[in-house]
């Protein structure tokens, strides 16, 4: 993985973990309001960044993040922000319990077992749109429904990342697809915040299936987004109620 830092040094410290074989850059250009008042550490995942390691699974880039934090901010962190696959990996971390976080948002988190089907259906559309300049099929595009998207939604695929290796596209998205929490799965120490659109059928059922896991979270549903339209269509708003939380 590569960390990024950027912002006040000696503002409270935040890392924002992007999405599903998306950009890091193009994130920051999202978040990078954030760095005026706080610390803001931008990962890159294994597979999305030129000359990258393959991306093997959920575990290695833990171990990647929390080697870093303990080496780079004495384990702990004030704020975690993670969007899509970018939730699902922080909420994997605090699991874990290896680093101290305060405050967590998850925004979209899928961790609903969607199965193997979906994880070969997903790579055959993703390698099709990397062979076309990130240009999706119309099979793709009735699909976006299931995350509250449509045809009119298409340019939140450009925070995608289109130079991985199918290995690491592959191993990804089966990841990301079959991922299923496990009993001992916990996050006790941390104040979680879950975040999702109205229209994402499978980020609710996720919301349904942490909330046991969770000591202490509050439920925010945003009423009429999809997927991710929130921090794209939304932007001001959003960073103004991730201020709010992270004080």
């Known amino acids: 993985m590569q960390f990024h830092d950027f912002g006040k040094t000696t503002g409270k410290t935040v890392m924002v973990m992007h999405g599903m074989l998306c950009d890091w850059q193009k994130f920051r250009e999202i978040f990078k309001p954030l760095e005026e008042e706080y610390h803001v550490i931008y990962p890159a995942m294994n597979g999305c960044y030129e000359n990258a390691p393959d991306f093997k699974n959920f575990e290695n880039e833990c171990i990647e993040i929390e080697k870093y934090v303990k080496e780079n901010h004495d384990g702990k962190l004030d704020a975690v922000i993670g969007i899509s696959q970018g939730a699902t990996l922080m909420a994997v971390m605090l699991s874990r319990n290896n680093v101290k976080v305060d405050k967590a948002i998850f925004d979209g988190i899928y961790v609903a077992h969607q199965g193997k089907l979906c994880a070969r259906l997903a790579l055959k559309a993703f390698t099709r749109m990397q062979k076309n300049g990130g240009i999706p099929s119309k099979t ?46 916990k996050i006790d120490d941390t104040k979680v915040y879950l975040w999702c659109g109205s229209r994402e059928p499978y980020a609710k059922k996720s919301h349904k ?39």
């Not at 699909?143 to 990342?161: Q, R, T, V």
């Not at 945003?222 to 992270?246: A, C, P, S, V, W």
């Open 140 to 185: 793709f595009i009735k699909a976006l429904p299931l995350m509250g998207l449509n045809e009119s939604d298409l340019d939140e695929f450009k925070l995608m990342y289109w130079n991985s290796s199918y290995e690491s596209m592959k191993a990804n998205l089966y990841e990301n697809y079959t991922y299923r929490v496990p009993d001992d799965f």
């Open 209 to 247: 299936i942490l909330k046991s896991h969770i000591a202490d979270y509050e439920e925010t549903i945003f009423e009429g987004y999809g997927h991710g339209q929130k921090m794209f269509r939304d932007t001001d708003d959003y960073l103004d109620r991730i201020r709010n939380i992270i004080g």
